[in-house]
């Protein structure tokens, strides 16, 4: 059985991007983002969480002390 989302939690837990930096990144509540992931997504919402997680990538991950400095 697939679980929903794996892709995107997969990428996560391989790159250290934590919920909570996709949630701030998006502009949505971590709890928000956490109910979306035990769902089937829709596609332009799939594409808008993958963005955020490059981009958090892509910045060297600033937010890896926990609090962006």
Do not use: C
Not at 12 to 32: C, D, F, G, L, P
Not at 36 to 65: S, V
């Amino acid at each position: 059985m697939r679980k929903k989302n794996q892709d995107i939690k997969n990428m996560m837990r391989r790159n250290k991007v934590y919920t909570w930096m996709v949630a701030s990144q998006i502009q949505v509540h971590e709890n928000t983002l956490y109910r979306w992931l035990r769902n089937d997504l829709p596609e332009e919402t799939r594409q808008r969480i993958f963005m955020a997680i490059q981009n958090i990538i892509e910045e060297g991950n600033e937010f890896e002390n926990g609090y962006g400095q």
